[in-house]
């Protein structure tokens, strides 16, 4: 399994993007790579999932470069509700690969 | 939009005690995990189960812990003789079909805790 880095935590004021970026050197070539949102004592929400490129839904983006060894969450002008942690993970499908490292914290600052 | 669904929302019980984590994954959706979570720490693969076995568990599930689809609707884990180490959220989720990198559906979590 490709272990992922991400900042531990970041803070952000209301109305700005905020761009989380994790690295997965080691990823392999049938590897996706999928961001979760989590509020607390919630079970984790699927955000966003890619393979190459640009992916963009209602709610985010991610930049994938070519070589695949990072990723970028981008979330459009944020508001308080966004607080949360966001975790990037790494594998070739399915839950058996969802293992969750520590996460980044976002909080939003009015 | 479909939900994972879990029950208790909170569960307390005495060490020593089995306790009995209920889960309704969406109907469609053909493999099942939980998941735990202690206060503050990140979130942990307990086990998967597909085709009424399981197919991946975790050195965290060990043989205290069992799993079970009692009928077409219910996934329960089962925790024979509870440790205070036990107390964690308990998350169920469900996909699809994983080789379709389809999302994963999380339910909202049992809180288990071990007096």
């Known amino acids: 399994l490709a272990k992922t880095t991400q900042p531990i935590s970041m803070d952000s004021y209301e109305g700005q993007e905020v761009n989380i970026t994790c690295s997965h050197n080691?990823?392999?070539?049938?590897?996706?790579i999928t961001w979760y949102q989590q509020f607390p004592s919630q079970g984790p929400r699927f955000i966003i999932q890619?393979?190459?490129t640009k992916v963009t839904n209602e709610v985010a983006s991610l930049f994938i470069p070519a070589d695949r060894k990072s990723s970028t969450l981008s979330l459009p002008r944020v508001s308080l509700s966004d607080t949360a942690v966001y975790y990037c993970?790494?594998?070739?499908?399915?839950?058996?690969?969802?293992?969750f490292g520590t996460g980044t914290r976002l909080t939003v600052i009015p | 939009e479909p939900e994972v669904t879990q029950t208790p929302s909170h569960q307390v019980t005495q060490m020593g005690q089995e306790v009995i984590l209920r889960c309704v994954p969406i109907?469609?959706?053909?493999?099942f995990y939980w998941y735990r979570q202690i206060l503050g720490q990140k979130v942990e693969f307990l086990v998967s189960?597909?085709?009424?076995?399981?197919?991946?568990k975790s050195e965290i599930f060990d043989d205290q812990f069992s799993v079970e689809r009692p009928d077409g609707s219910n996934f329960t884990l089962k925790i024979r003789s509870t440790k205070l180490e036990d107390s964690a959220m308990y998350f169920c989720?469900?996909?699809?079909?994983?080789?379709?990198?389809?999302?994963?559906?999380f339910g909202q979590g049992t809180r288990l805790t071990v007096v």
């Open positions: 993970l790494v594998g070739e499908g399915g839950a058996n690969n969802l293992f």
């Open positions: 080691n990823i392999a070539t049938n590897d996706y």
């Open positions: 890619g393979y190459k």
């Open positions: 109907s469609n959706h053909l493999y």
């Open positions: 189960f597909y085709n009424n076995e399981i197919s991946e």
């Open positions: 989720a469900s996909i699809l079909r994983p080789e379709l990198n389809t999302e994963a559906f």
